[in-house]
């Protein structure tokens, strides 16, 4: 008799969580329609149409209103930029960080913990209250105005993050294993590459992801710290495409937006548990 | 002779992040303080002025009404998102099928995870006007005769003296912060013994009596961390703000850390003032660490941190 009753108490949590969740998965909707039409009302496409993809094809997007003639730097190139920036950023993030938590790991030496607790005071500094002295540091290093120059800032500030997931890894693999390299007649740098890196791969490939992510969404360096537009990366031509909101070519910038987050839905779909263990522990932007 | 080997060993192990941190951290914590003495510009000279930014900011018109934004935007955001929906997402997830329960929190990390550029063209498509925006289009379409407005002061209601603006503010950034604190709730609610649940089911507690009385009191802890954390983000989060309002209309929507960004690389009015955006920078990690000193007395941290992970009260 009570049955009833017990179904419909059951689907409040279903329906909460439906009304609170709409808002995301149709905005994501909403984006993908709209880079596949002419116009589109709400979530109806006016005129389905690849025209919006055509720069996949020229390989260059206009400013509206200019008939063509001004141009956006060339989008393979753009995406070039931000993929070598965000493998950069990964590739130098795993090896500078697992260098330095195998070190803090297994190694006692004076300032160790010194070391340790001055990377999570750092940690909390943002990026907002370094940007100015970040900027007068590479204006005097030349490296303002260069992918190289974000490519390190980045890899620094994320460097804390990088060395505490590492370093819980590490810690997790007795003794005993490199030892017996050691032992064997390793050094210490092979029998941490040999030994102790293939016991890791669950932390590198966090470190991996979420380097590569915060390296491929970057922002506000790129826009403080790059004026070239060749050194653009995706997310400064998506802004300038945004700023032109007058004239915006809707469809186009949702094209380009679907483009822009290939990678991020690729690892969204096959690496999910890895971002959960990073979103735990980043500290995320907001 | 072992020792020898050693020490190199170490330095080719720490030497990398030494060099980067002490570049990149290090020094522009100390070169952030030093160029808040100074009137450095675009120029980037050296000369020392004493406390003339910090007397300035006494009398900077908008800092007060940055600084009560600022204080609203976090209080709201971390009330409502990052702790408020935070809760009842983790606490309903858990409550269903579990494979359901983590497709919706999956959903929610995806705004964490998209580059902030795509997400703000999403959001301003979102709350555009009828026939294009999907809000509107949605309500229209439920056969609501009501129009939400995008970036105006006006009021939402009479009796909700809050501006459209701020509300399209917190929702772009709340739906981001919400993450965070989802996966912390949920993996603490998933590590509560089941007989605690059972025991207050036996004893006839109803759902919400026993979110109350035994899931709440249980992942105390947990919300209090994320309270704490989630402070520090918001106050010095802007890059959503920046894309989105950029501040405006005015500076309705102008945060204390947007404004430290203005000041030093903004294009218009006073730009490149770096001595003064450091002298904001400066503050900005003043009123970071007396909000930590505050959470670390009130919320008695130390205590916390002494206590079992699981006790019933």
């Not at chain 1, 049955?3 to 009304?19: A, C, E, N, Q």
């Not at chain 1, 969404?217 to 004026?227: A, D, R």
């Not at chain 2, 510009?41 to 934004?69: C, E, F, H, S, T």
């Amino acid at each position: 008799m009570a049955r009833p009753i017990d179904y419909l108490k059951m689907s409040v949590p279903y329906i909460i969580l439906t009304i609170v969740t709409a808002p995301i998965v149709l905005m994501y909707a909403m984006l993908f329609i709209a880079s596949c039409s002419r116009t589109v009302y709400g979530l109806i496409p006016d005129q389905i149409t690849l025209e919006n993809w055509r720069f996949v094809i020229t390989g260059y997007i206009s400013p509206p209103g200019t008939s063509g003639l001004a141009k956006y730097p060339n989008v393979y190139l753009v995406t070039l930029n931000t993929f070598l920036l965000a493998i950069t950023v990964a590739a130098l993030e795993m090896t500078i960080s697992s260098l330095a938590a195998y070190a803090l790991s297994r190694y006692s030496f004076r300032g160790r913990s010194a070391f340790l607790s001055l990377t999570l005071v750092l940690h909390s500094f943002p990026s907002i209250t370094l940007l100015i002295a970040i900027f007068y540091i590479l204006k005097v290093l030349g490296l303002f105005d260069t992918l190289w120059g974000v490519i390190l800032v980045k890899v620094s500030l994320d460097l804390p993050l990088g060395i505490w997931i590492m370093k819980g890894f590490f810690d997790g693999i007795p003794w005993d294993v490199e030892m017996s390299a050691l032992v064997d007649g390793c050094t210490r740098l092979q029998a941490w590459w040999k030994v102790i890196m293939p016991n890791v791969k669950g932390g590198l490939a966090s470190v991996m992801i979420f380097s590569f992510l915060s390296g491929w969404s970057e922002y506000i360096y790129i826009l403080t710290f790059i004026v070239s537009e060749e050194k653009w990366t995706l997310s400064r031509l998506v802004a300038a495409m945004i700023g032109e909101w007058r004239f915006v070519d809707y469809g186009q910038l949702a094209a380009m937006g679907v483009f822009y987050m290939i990678p991020v839905v690729l690892f969204f779909l096959f690496a999910q548990k890895y971002l959960l263990r990073i979103t735990i522990a980043s500290k995320g932007t907001v | 002779m072992a020792r020898r080997f050693r020490i190199p060993y170490l330095y080719v192990f720490l030497l990398p992040a030494l060099i980067l941190i002490a570049l990149f951290f290090v020094l522009p914590v100390i070169l952030t303080l030093f160029i808040s003495f100074t009137d450095m510009d675009y120029r980037l000279r050296w000369k020392w002025v004493g406390l003339a930014n910090y007397y300035k900011m006494l009398r900077d018109r908008w800092a007060p009404i940055i600084l009560r934004n600022t204080f609203f935007y976090v209080f709201t955001t971390l009330a409502c998102f990052n702790v408020g929906m935070a809760l009842i997402l983790s606490i309903l997830t858990t409550h269903i099928h579990d494979k359901v329960g983590a497709a919706f929190r999956a959903a929610w990390l995806l705004p964490r995870i998209t580059p902030s550029t795509v997400y703000i063209i999403m959001w301003n498509w979102a709350v555009a006007p009828y026939p294009y925006g999907l809000f509107n289009w949605l309500l229209r379409g439920m056969g609501i005769n009501y129009e939400l407005k995008k970036f105006t002061l006006e009021p939402v209601a009479p009796w909700l003296p809050l501006p459209w603006v701020w509300v399209w503010v917190i929702l772009v950034n709340g739906f981001i912060g919400a993450s965070f604190g989802m996966i912390i709730f949920t993996a603490a609610i998933k590590a509560i013994p089941a007989d605690y649940i059972n025991a207050a089911k036996v004893d006839g507690a109803t759902t919400l009596q026993t979110i109350r009385y035994v899931i709440l009191p249980l992942i105390r802890w947990p919300v209090l961390f994320v309270t704490a954390y989630q402070t520090l983000s918001l106050l010095t989060s802007y890059e959503q703000i920046l894309l989105f309002t950029d501040g405006g209309p005015g500076y309705a929507t102008e945060v204390w850390a947007l404004y430290s960004f203005h000041k030093a690389f903004a294009e218009y009015a006073g730009a490149f003032e770096f001595a003064y955006g450091a002298a904001l920078a400066v503050v900005l990690v003043i009123i970071g660490l007396i909000a930590s000193i505050t959470y670390y007395k009130v919320f008695r941290f130390r205590e916390l941190m002494l206590e079992p992970k699981i006790e019933v009260t």
